[in-house]
């Protein structure tokens, strides 16, 4: 079974650009996590989606934006790119709904965008 | 405040040895809670839910206390491909939603 799959591996980007990031669900998970993993910071929860709908967002500006797709996948998109957006950025999925998830978060290796 | 508090480390313990880390979370209300291990440059992955009782998985042993909101992972018998972060995670609700992960406590195990 595959597993959490995101694109681009890496992006460069300059301050001011946009930047869309792109995952694909294991098969049978609804709901997608978003998460910002910058040095030192640890992992900064940005948004969650399930069933296409935006359920929650993190303390993040509204640059920070994205979507889930019919077919579940997620785009995440960073407008007006300033230097501290560097990071990892992880995506995740569960299953959705409480009785059936067991709060385990199956993660994507991640797409690391440098701002310069 | 953040939410989840870890000793970032180094830990650099010799193979065989005890190793037990801490962590602390600052909302009473949180109901779920785990540990997530990461190696360099790797993505996450579940380590172990934690329980009240307490659990354990092997060489590894979490234990939570509500009383003092902390919770603490111990590995015995240190093996080298322990080596890696570990993170404490701390939900608001029973599952996936609204986790919070502190930043990681680094492992480094000798050979």
């Known amino acids: 079974e595959a597993g959490v799959t995101q694109s681009p591996t890496h992006l460069i980007k300059t301050r001011g650009q946009q930047a869309t990031l792109r995952c694909s669900p294991i098969?049978?998970?609804?709901?997608v996590y978003w998460y910002q993993q910058a040095l030192g910071l640890g992992l900064q929860f940005l948004l969650w989606?399930?069933?296409?709908?935006?359920?929650n967002r993190g303390n993040f500006p509204p640059r920070f934006s994205g979507r889930q797709f019919p077919n579940y996948s997620s785009e995440l998109n960073v407008n007006a790119l300033e230097l501290e957006d560097s990071a990892l950025y992880l995506c995740?999925?569960?299953?959705?709904?409480?009785?059936?998830?067991?709060?385990?978060?199956?993660f994507g290796e991640g797409s690391r965008l440098t701002v310069l | 405040r953040k939410e989840v508090e870890q000793d970032p480390g180094p830990f650099n313990v010799p193979e065989g040895a005890t190793v037990a880390f801490n962590c602390t979370y600052s909302?009473?209300?949180?109901?779920?809670f785990f540990w997530y291990r990461q190696d360099c440059r790797k993505e996450p992955k579940l380590l172990m839910s934690?329980?009240?009782s307490g659990n354990e998985d092997g060489r590894f042993t979490a234990q939570l206390n509500r009383a003092s909101q902390y919770i603490s992972l111990l590995i015995r018998d240190s093996k080298l491909s322990d080596s890696a972060t570990y993170l404490c995670?701390?939900?608001?609700?029973?599952?996936?939603?609204?986790?919070?992960f502190g930043t990681g406590t680094r492992l480094t195990v000798i050979p």
């Open positions: 098969s049978g998970h609804t709901s």
């Open positions: 989606y399930d069933e296409g709908e935006e359920r």
């Open positions: 934690v329980y009240s």
């Open positions: 909302n009473s209300a949180s109901q779920s």
């Open positions: 995670v701390a939900g608001r609700q029973t599952g996936a939603n609204n986790l919070f």
């Open positions: 995740a999925s569960s299953r959705t709904g409480t009785s059936r998830n067991t709060g385990e978060l199956f």
